[in-house]
């Protein structure tokens, strides 16, 4: 993993409330560990809950507050997750394995929308 200060990329309209209630390191940890499954949150969150665990006891109440209009199915966001991985410094190889998906699909992910390689997120060494 490399020092890169890049900023995250904005994250799509399915995503935003997430990262709007938990913060863009929150909105991954918790896409990493709920996201493509189904999700009950409680009104109230709990200090030793699975999500309070993960996100803190202020971030699980302030997802418990806004649960009824988030959608049951927790997004997977794998697209804008390897982006954000990438910006954090990790090789495509490393986002694959987070992601439970091939190489091929990360390098598409990352690969700018006109089509062009950015040289610097794969280095010629």
Sequence with gaps: MTDRAAPFPR???HLEAYVRILGT?????FLLAYGGGELYIPRRAVAGSPL?????????????AAADRLPKRVPTGKPWLAQCLNAKGLSATEIA???HASDVSVRKWLKPA????????????
């Design 11 to 13: 994250a799509p309209a």
């Design 25 to 29: 390191e929150g909105a991954i940890a």
């Design 52 to 64: 309070s665990d993960l996100l803190g006891l202020q971030a699980a109440q302030d997802l418990a």
């Design 97 to 99: 394995r987070k992601l």
């Design 114 to 125: 006109d089509g062009r390689t950015d040289p610097r997120q794969f280095p010629l060494i």
